[in-house]
């Protein structure tokens, strides 16, 4: 009773140090999670219906898988950052425990590129939730989306939603990651091939800086929504994000507490230790948006990093 009582409570405060959407005002109160006035103003009403419905989800995967990593910890302390700059406002989160070692949030508007791969926007929000386990029968996840309206009327939906298994994950494990992802898939009427072969670093179609030499290792059961033939945002695509999304996060806890008790060997941990060290690698060598400092590293380290790299 007294475990369930904590779990509650620490529950309740995952949702209390949620963002909240609240009604804007000045555009140097505004929250990454709301609609400045200058957006606005820029976007059409229904552009802002559209955006509107983003932020709610966003705000509400953030409450819900932080809070399930809170039960799966038995608490919950928070670490939160703001980071405003000339080109963008990013906020970071933090929590860590016992069975979720470190699970990470970042939100972030852009408000002008701040590098030449970059275009001006109307409306920009990346959200990315990074899961460090206890567990090496988890690997890790990286589960990322991007929401763009721009100035010609074109829109975009990007992202990366995929575990990095390593050695120790369970093929049963990795299959019903892809059987969660395919039904969503069937359910929206998405062909979801190009996603999940751009993903897939055995299909040689995710390459990042260095000739792919310290790209991270996909599991290919996930998903990468970025490329020359990406989404553009409207409310049947959205929608399919949002079960997408969350349908994986969730599957990924799930596998979590399923091997959370599991026994460990030596040989287990050294498979963490490289799936760690791959994800480091990636961050700092491939993926050009963190390698490349087009997010800055104090935001992107506090929320992706993992939370021990063993070299």
Same mark, same amino acid.
Request: charged share 25%; with cysteine; hydrophobic share 40%.
């Given at each position: ?5 904590? *779990?509650?409570?620490?529950a !309740?405060?995952?949702? !209390? ?10 555009? &140097? ?11 606005? @103003? ?22 819900? %898988? ?5 039960? #799966?910890?038995?608490?919950? $302390?928070?670490?939160? +950052? ?6 963008? /406002?990013?906020?970071?989160?933090? *929590? ?20 030449? &791969? ?13 899961? /460090?386990?206890?567990?090496?029968? @988890?690997?890790?996840? %990286? $589960? =990322? ?8 009327? =074109?829109? %975009? ?19 019903? #990651? +892809?059987? *969660?992802?395919? !039904?969503?898939?069937?359910? %929206?009427?998405?062909?979801? *091939?190009?996603? &999940? ?29 970025y ?12 929608a399919?994000?949002?079960d997408?999304?969350?349908s994986?996060?969730?599957a990924?806890?799930d596998i979590?507490? $399923? &091997? ?9 941990? !050294?498979?963490?230790d ?27 380290? /506090?929320?992706? #990093? ?6």
């Open positions: 009773m007294i475990q369930r009582l904590f *779990t509650l409570l620490a !309740a405060l995952v949702i !209390a140090c949620a963002p909240v959407m609240n009604s804007p005002e000045a555009d &140097r109160q505004a929250t990454p999670f709301e609609l400045t006035a200058k957006e606005r @103003a820029d976007l059409t009403d229904d552009q802002i219906a559209l955006a509107e419905t983003i932020l709610d989800f966003l705000i509400r995967m953030d409450q819900k %898988h932080f809070e399930r990593a809170a039960a #799966l910890n038995g608490g919950l $302390a928070l670490e939160t +950052k703001d980071f405003r700059y000339d080109f963008g /406002h990013y906020q970071t989160k933090v *929590t860590r425990g016992p069975v979720v070692e470190k699970i990470g949030r970042m939100m972030g508007s852009r408000t002008k590129p701040n590098t030449e &791969r970059l275009q001006q926007t109307q409306f920009s929000r990346f959200f990315g939730i990074d899961i /460090h386990p206890a567990t090496p029968f @988890a690997g890790m996840l %990286h $589960a =990322t989306l991007v929401f763009q309206f721009f100035e010609d009327g =074109t829109s %975009h939906i990007g992202g990366y939603v995929d575990a990095l298994p390593g050695e120790a994950m369970a093929e049963q494990d990795i299959a019903m #990651l +892809k059987q *969660t992802l395919d !039904a969503r898939f069937d359910k %929206h009427g998405v062909d979801g *091939t190009k996603y &999940r072969r751009s993903t897939c670093r055995t299909l040689g179609l995710y390459r990042g800086l260095n000739e792919g030499k310290y790209d991270r290792r996909g599991s290919c059961a996930g998903v990468n929504y490329g020359p033939d990406m989404m553009p945002v409207t409310a049947a695509n959205v399919f994000i949002d997408a999304y969350d994986f996060v969730t990924y806890m979590i507490e $399923a &091997r959370k008790d599991d026994p460990v060997t030596d040989e287990d941990i !050294a498979a963490q490289g799936v760690r060290r791959n994800w480091f690698e990636d961050q700092t060598m491939a993926d050009p948006f963190a390698a490349e400092q087009i997010v800055p590293y104090e935001v992107w380290s /506090h929320a992706f #990093l993992p939370p021990v790299v063993k070299f």
